[in-house]
């Protein structure tokens, strides 16, 4: 059972670069969400998608765009990386069922120079 | 709005000891409530929940009681082993279950 699946597990670019992150889930969830972690920060959430079809913005979508490709995939772009996006990424998928916990991937660790 | 804070740490206790994390939370409704933990190089895992007022979540020896008087859900173990070691984030979740808020970690360091 693989859960929640993120790749890469790690990715440098250079300031400007574009890539996408990847998420894919197999417990067949509805909402799927994209969180970035910095140090002393805690998670902030950039995305989420509450059902296939829709996204929303999060606290922190300046520079990242979103892709709810289907009901298991939710992708993350960076169009023009930059040097504030060192962080690192993770995905997560909820069931849509109120008080459902949210199931984590094992992150990106996005670095740009 | 919704927030919520957690003691800072970090923490370094002798294996055995006794742990208190402390997380205070302000929400409108009535939130639910997570204790998640990350292992170095890893995704968070849910630890714990509880989903109202007075209830209490355990899992693996912690045990977290939601209390509204106090707005508080301090994550406690009576006995700490070395792999404990940990970052622990407290959560809450509003009361549509779409938004979650998360405090900012207290890594925690058992040694034997």
């Known amino acids: 059972n693989a859960g929640v699946t993120q790749t890469p597990k790690f990715q440098v670019l250079k300031t400007g670069q574009s890539m996408t992150l990847q998420c894919a889930q197999d417990?067949?969830?509805?909402?799927m969400y994209w969180y970035r972690q910095d140090p002393g920060m805690g998670l902030r959430l950039i995305y989420y998608?509450?059902?296939?079809?829709?996204?929303d913005k999060g606290e922190v979508p300046n520079g990242y765009n979103v892709s709810r490709l289907n009901k298991r995939e939710f992708s993350l772009r960076l169009e023009s990386a930059a040097p504030s996006q060192t962080s690192v990424c993770f995905c997560?998928?909820?069931?849509?069922?109120?008080?459902?916990?949210?199931?984590f991937g094992n992150g990106t660790r996005l670095t740009v120079t | 709005g919704n927030s919520v804070t957690q003691m800072e740490g970090p923490v370094t206790l002798s294996e055995e000891a006794f742990l208190t994390i402390n997380c205070t939370y302000t929400?409108?409704?009535?939130?639910?409530l997570f204790w998640y933990v990350q292992y170095p190089g890893e995704g968070l895992q849910l630890l714990l929940k509880?989903?109202?007022?007075?209830d209490k979540g355990s899992n693996k020896g912690f045990e977290a009681t939601y209390r509204k008087e106090t707005t508080s859900f301090h994550l406690e173990k009576g006995s700490v082993q070395v792999s404990d070691s940990a970052v622990y984030f407290c959560?809450?979740?509003?009361?549509?279950?779409?938004?979650?808020?998360f405090g900012t970690g207290t890594s925690l360091t058992v040694i034997p």
């Open positions: 929400a409108t409704g009535y939130p639910s």
């Open positions: 997560a998928s909820r069931r849509e069922q109120t008080n459902s916990p949210l199931h």
């Open positions: 998608s509450a059902s296939e079809g829709t996204t």
């Open positions: 509880a989903t109202k007022a007075d």
């Open positions: 417990m067949n969830h509805n909402s």
């Open positions: 959560a809450l979740s509003d009361y549509t279950g779409n938004q979650f808020y």
